[in-house]
Structures are given as C-alpha cells and as structure tokens.
C-alpha cells in the first residue's frame, strides 16, 4: 500500500459494506476485516486460527449465502476474472490440435505483424533504420541502469539486471529455440554484427522494465511512461522481424519485474546483516 501499513484506514477499506455482525462466513463483518489487517488471526467458520495453525471449523466457503458469492463478485472481481480464464483456457488447451513437429510454431503475435513483416522484408533500409533505433533505445537502457550504480550510488537495477542476463543465459542455453522462419535480421542490431542470441527470453524488454521500475521508485515519471511507450514499439518491432517469440517478450516483461524485485529482497537481506553487525560491536 505505498509504504503504509495495513492497520491505516484507506478509502478500500472504508467503503466495503459497513456490518456490525461477526464474520461467520469469511466474507462479511467488520471483525474480518480488523483480523485480516491484524494479520494475526483468520476466521474460518467461526473459528479463529493463528498464523500456521488448525482450526476444527467449516472452511469459510462452505458457509456462504447468495449474498456472499454476490459481494465477492462485486468486490473480488479481479480472481473471479482469473478463475473464469482457467476454465476458458483448461477448455483450449485440452481440445486444441498440437502443431506437429514438422510445422513451424504457432505465434499470434507473427500473426498480428504480418503488415510489418512485408514492409521491412521488402525495404532493406527502412529495416536498417528500426533495428538502430533499437540499438539505441538497449544503450539508453544501459547507460541509465549503470548511473543509477556508479553516479547516483544504488546498485538495485544493476544487480536485478545482473541476476535477470545470469538465468537468462541460463535459460537460453538449456533450451535452445529454433531461429523463426523469415527472420529479418541487421549488422547494426543488438547484439551488434550478425550475431547468435538467445531467444528466450527478451533481454531487450526485460531491462527496459527494470529502468522503467527504478524511475518509478524514483519518482521520474515522464521518463518511465517515455521507456515503456519505446519498449512497446520494441516489442512490435521485434516481432515484426521474426527477432523473438510473442512468449519470449512476455516473460520478458515478467522476469524484469521478478528480478527487480529479488533484488530488493538481496539490498534489504544486506541491510539488515549490516544492521546486525553493527549491534553486535556496539554491544
């Protein structure tokens, strides 16, 4: 919440369906709520279970009315949206026919590039043109993830950006992809001279998410709102290329969040060490 801790009232809070009765069920009451900000207990059928402990209650879904099932609805729509997308995709995934191995893969996002795929195949130059501009946006990338250590003096991006290449290399390794069919590739790409990569994952997207996350912890809007419209273009031009999979890119995104924030957990696990050292000669 922002730094705030949970005990603080915030709008959320306030506006959920005002009850005096005890939350028997799970769902309502004002008693469920104070637990669940506590965090210290959990109504379960009437019940109460301290954290890492049993209680011989009913599971609270056990006991929900209509009304219940409604409110979560209501106010739990986000797992409710998730839950029917398990059951959409459990429903694909067990009909869909599986390409066979002699058959490319299927990609949608080569799908929704097609228009571009055509243009740059054919204009060689304009080809040219994307590919350093790209080439540009990494080294922006680079330069801010590395003064934000070596200028401004907190390593967070740079050791999320280190541990984020390490299992990337990791994973590229162990599995290797075949290239895509129509691969347009460029001299003055990154990596730079008609190299060999890893395609998964996108290093390309996922540092620019670690940067985009260092400027929001540091207020620098306009500049992360700037790196994420460019690595939405990236993204595109990447799969217009044929230079990644659309799954590449989108656990991309994902590992840049990840290891931005183990690396957090890594500076706060330090912090703390220091901490404890430091009492330790005082005492």
Known sequence: ????????????VLHRRPSNKLAANG????????????????IIGGKKMGNGGSGNGRASFLSWTLQDAVYVARH???????????LFFM???YTLRMVPDSSPPFDLGFIATRPLHRLLSSSPQLNTLFAA?????????????????????RPRATISALFMFTFRGILGYSTQLPLPQGFLGSGVDFPVGNVSF??????????SVIASLDMRRMCRWEMAWLF???NVLQAVRLLGTRGHYTIDLAVGVGAGILFDSLAGKYEQSKSKMGSAAKESLLS
């Not at 919440?1 to 959320?12: D, I, R």
């Not at 680079?142 to 003096?153: P, Q």
């Open 228 to 230: 994420d419209v460019l």
């Open 1 to 12: 919440m922002n730094g705030a801790t949970l005990t603080q009232c915030s709008p959320a």
């Open 76 to 86: 739990h729509w986000i797992p409710c949206v998730f839950a029917m997308g398990l």
């Open 133 to 153: 501009l790209n080439t540009a946006f990494v080294g922006m990338q680079t330069a801010y993830i590395l003064w934000t250590w070596l200028i401004e003096g």
């Open 198 to 207: 890893f395609l998964f994952y996108s290093g390309h997207v996922a540092g």
């Open 27 to 42: 769902v309502n009451g004002d008693s469920y709520y104070r637990a669940a900000a506590k965090g210290a207990v959990e």
């Open 91 to 93: 429903g694909v995934e």
